[in-house]
C-alpha cells in the first residue's frame, strides 16, 4: 500500500529552525516529483517547494520561503526533507507531503498535479 508519512512538525520560536521528513513505503521516492504544501487556518492549501526526480534534479520554491526552506531528497531512505529555517509566524501551519504519478515539477504549485498525500505535520511559529 503506497503511503506518506510527514514528522518533524511542532512548535518553535520565530527565526528558529525545523526539519520536516516525508517517508513512503510502498513505491521508491526517487522516481517521481515529490512537493511539499502548507494550510493555515481559514487558508486554501498552497505550494511549498517541489524536487524534481533524482534524475531531473531542479527545485522550485513559493516565493515566500525562498531563501529560508530547502527540499532535499535521502534515496537510501526513501524519504524527502524540508530544512525550514529562519521561521516566521506566517509560516505556522499544517504542511503535507505529496507525490506526483510522474518525475517532473511543472504547474508545481497546483494541488491538483498531485496523486498522494501525507496526513500532515503541524508547525507553530510562536513566541
Known amino acids: 500500500q503506497l503511503q506518506l508519512v510527514e514528522s518533524g512538525g511542532g512548535l518553535v520560536q520565530p527565526g528558529g529552525s525545523l526539519r520536516l521528513s516525508c517517508a513512503a513505503s510502498g513505491f521508491t521516492l526517487d522516481y517521481y516529483a515529490i512537493g511539499w504544501f502548507r494550510q493555515a487556518p481559514g487558508k486554501e492549501r498552497e505550494g511549498v517547494s517541489c524536487t524534481s526526480s533524482s534524475g531531473g534534479g531542479k527545485t522550485n520554491y513559493a516565493d515566500s520561503v525562498k531563501g529560508r526552506f530547502t527540499i532535499s531528497r535521502d534515496n537510501g531512505k526513501n524519504t524527502v526533507y524540508l530544512q525550514m529555517n529562519r521561521l516566521k509566524p506566517e509560516d505556522t501551519a499544517i504542511y503535507y507531503c505529496?507525490?506526483?504519478?510522474?518525475?517532473?515539477?511543472?504547474?508545481?504549485?497546483?494541488?491538483?498535479?498531485?496523486?498522494?498525500w501525507g496526513q500532515g505535520t503541524q508547525v507553530t511559529v510562536s513566541s
Open positions: 505529496t507525490a506526483r504519478d510522474h518525475g517532473y515539477c511543472t504547474r508545481w504549485s497546483s494541488v491538483h498535479e498531485y496523486r498522494y
